[in-house]
Every structure is written in C-alpha cells, then in structure tokens.
C-alpha cells in the first residue's frame, strides 16, 4: 500500500512518519552497482546521504520525500573520478529540491493556470525560492519549445512597465509578442524600441511572416513602423483595451479643461467634476440606477455648457 501511494517505479520504502507540519516519506532506489564514469571500473560502496525532497501533498497534508541516495567511490587510484551520488530523473532533478512530478505540477500551476509562485509555495509548504527554480528549471522546456511559433494568425504587440530600478527610479520597459487568436505569449523583447522587435520579426521565416493576416497594436506609433515594416501584408488592427484607454484618456483631459476653465483651480473633493470622474468612464452596465442618476446630477452641477457630457 506504501509503494502504491508514493507511486514510484524501482524504489523501495523505507517508512513512513508523522511531523507536526508535514508526512515524512523515506525510500531508496533498487539500483545495481554503477560502473565509473572515467574509467569505467566497477564503483565501490562509499555509504549513503539523505537528501529531502519537497512532494506533492498526501491527503490534503504536505509531505516530504527522503530519499537516501547511494554514493559510489572509484577503486581506480589513478581515476579523476573520485566519488558521485546516484541520479535518477524519474525521482529528482539533480538541481531541484522538488521531486520531479512536484515540480512539473508547480509549473502547470504557475504557467497554464496563472497561480502566484507563493500560493503554491503556500501549498507545498516550502520556501517561494523553491517553487520558483523549479518553475525555470522545467518551464525552460516548454519556453524553448518552437511548437509555439506555428500557424500564427494574428500577433500582438504590447509594451510593460515592469519595474523601476537605481537611485533615480530608471524605468525598465519591455515589449510582449502575443499570438492574440491563440492567446499565446511568444516572446519578450527587451525595451521598447523598434529595432529589437524588427530584429525578431526578421529571425522568424519569410513563410511565417506571410502567414500573419492580422497585426494587433496599442495605437502607437511605434509599433505601425514595424507592421509596416516587416508585416506589410497584415491588417493593423487596435485592440479593445487601448480603443477603450484611448477614449477614457481623452475624457479625462476634457474634465480637467472644463474644471479649470469653471473654478480656476484642479479638482477638489466637493468640486461635481472631481467627484464623479469614477463613474465617467464606469462602464454603463456596472452603474446601478442610483449611480446613473448621481452621475447625471453631478454633471448638470459641474459641466455647464455640457462639454464632459458630450465627451
């Protein structure tokens, strides 16, 4: 029954115990005597080291994977090799405190189900570091993988602010390529000029290129230079949240022109403009009656010649 719930193959169990915070599972493999790598002279018993191993959880509990692992020395004095710990990638990866499968389950969690790296750090009760190497260590794989640039349709550009850094707060930029029919992030690109992209676009084959029938951008100028460029054949198209940003961008500055121009000063917390600028640009569907009703009494107040109103 323990073999069968730790569900690994070529292993054997060594006991099972209770800790206050998690259950502690021991095992060593059934491995033959591994032959040295330099010289490949038969290895000698050199003992064992226990390592522990983060493990997905067991009824709900978390649980821990001790794994005794046999250390092999060379009986070859003359051997640069001198001694070495058995692997087995089927258990651990030789650079993850996770077991294998923990690992592969933390990075679907954190990449296809958009979970935080502490939540299900939180899950497996172990440190955001663990959970994190483990998440670049086997999501590499899937990065690399070039199954992703197939058949795009439609690709998107779309720059991030994504941290700020130094003692005067230097703003750190990088542009996102997105096959937007897919919903599929493709690559990202350091910065947000248009030479890194172009140079992207211009990696990928002419095939590939001509493939893309629409080119998905934030309204920037910018970003029209490089369809125009290495997209030629593609149909520029906005996409919805910049459309929408757009339009609640502008009214914004038509209800501060309009409170300057009536009170001469910036909005105040009494002042009608200043206090329905909110449910301005809420959509119509999120406001309830009342609020529909306040906003429209607030405007009469504030907005005298009707300018916010037809904005």
Same mark, same amino acid.
């Given at each position: 029954?323990c073999?069968?719930?730790?569900?690994l193959?070529n292993?054997?169990?060594?006991g099972?115990?209770e800790w206050?915070?998690?259950l502690?599972?021991?095992?060593?493999?059934?491995?033959?005597?591994?032959?040295?790598?330099?010289?490949?002279?038969?290895?000698?018993?050199?003992?064992?080291?226990?390592?522990?191993?983060?493990?997905?959880?067991?009824?709900g509990?978390?649980?821990r994977?001790?794994?005794?692992?046999?250390?092999?020395?060379?009986?070859?004095p003359?051997?640069?090799?001198?001694?070495w710990?058995e692997?087995?990638?089927?258990?651990?990866?030789q650079?993850?405190?996770l077991t294998?499968?923990?690992?592969?389950w933390?990075?679907?969690?954190?990449?296809?189900?958009?979970?935080?790296?502490?939540?299900?750090?939180?899950?497996l009760?172990c440190d955001?570091?663990?959970?994190?190497?483990?998440v670049?260590?086997?999501?590499?794989?899937?990065?690399?993988?070039p199954? !992703?640039?197939?058949t795009?349709?439609a690709? @998107?550009?779309?720059?991030?602010l994504y941290?700020?850094?130094? *003692?005067? #707060? $230097?703003?750190?930029?990088s542009?996102?390529?997105?096959d937007v029919?897919r919903?599929?992030?493709?690559d990202?690109?350091?910065?947000r000029?248009?030479?890194?992209?172009?140079a992207?676009?211009?990696?990928r084959?002419?095939e590939?290129?001509d493939?893309?029938?629409w080119?998905?951008?934030?309204?920037?100028s910018?970003?029209r230079?490089?369809?125009?460029?290495?997209?030629?054949?593609?149909?520029q198209?906005?996409d919805?949240?910049?459309?929408?940003?757009?339009?609640?961008v502008?009214?914004?500055?038509?209800? !501060?022109r309009?409170?300057?121009?009536?009170? @001469?000063?910036?909005?105040?917390?009494?002042?009608?403009?200043? *206090?329905? #600028? $909110?449910?301005l640009?809420?959509?119509?569907?999120?406001l309830?009656?009342e609020?529909?009703?306040?906003l429209?009494?607030?405007?009469?107040?504030?907005d005298?010649k009707?300018?916010?109103?037809f904005?």
């Amino acid at each position: 029954m323990c073999a069968l719930l730790v569900g690994l193959p070529n292993v054997t169990i060594l006991g099972v115990g209770e800790w206050p915070s998690w259950l502690r599972v021991e095992v060593e493999t059934r491995s033959p005597r591994a032959d040295c790598a330099g010289c490949g002279t038969a290895a000698w018993d050199h003992g064992q080291r226990e390592v522990l191993l983060v493990d997905l959880p067991v009824f709900g509990r978390p649980a821990r994977l001790a794994w005794r692992k046999q250390r092999w020395r060379c009986p070859n004095p003359g051997c640069v090799v001198v001694t070495w710990s058995e692997q087995d990638p089927t258990i651990a990866s030789q650079r993850s405190a996770l077991t294998t499968r923990a690992a592969r389950w933390a990075t679907r969690q954190v990449g296809k189900h958009g979970r935080a790296v502490s939540e299900v750090a939180d899950d497996l009760a172990c440190d955001w570091h663990t959970v994190m190497d483990a998440v670049v260590l086997f999501g590499q794989v899937l990065i690399d993988d070039p199954a !992703r640039y197939a058949t795009v349709t439609a690709v @998107g550009l779309d720059e991030t602010l994504y941290k700020r850094e130094g *003692r005067y #707060r $230097r703003q750190c930029w990088s542009t996102q390529i997105v096959d937007v029919e897919r919903g599929q992030l493709l690559d990202v690109v350091a910065g947000r000029e248009v030479h890194p992209v172009c140079a992207w676009f211009a990696a990928r084959p002419a095939e590939w290129r001509d493939g893309v029938r629409w080119a998905t951008l934030d309204l920037s100028s910018a970003y029209r230079v490089v369809f125009d460029t290495m997209l030629p054949d593609a149909t520029q198209v906005a996409d919805p949240y910049h459309v929408v940003h757009l339009a609640n961008v502008a009214l914004d500055e038509c209800r !501060r022109r309009v409170q300057n121009e009536t009170l @001469g000063h910036r909005g105040h917390k009494d002042d009608p403009l200043y *206090r329905c #600028r $909110r449910r301005l640009v809420m959509a119509r569907e999120r406001l309830t009656v009342e609020g529909h009703e306040r906003l429209i009494g607030l405007l009469a107040a504030g907005d005298p010649k009707r300018e916010v109103w037809f904005a």
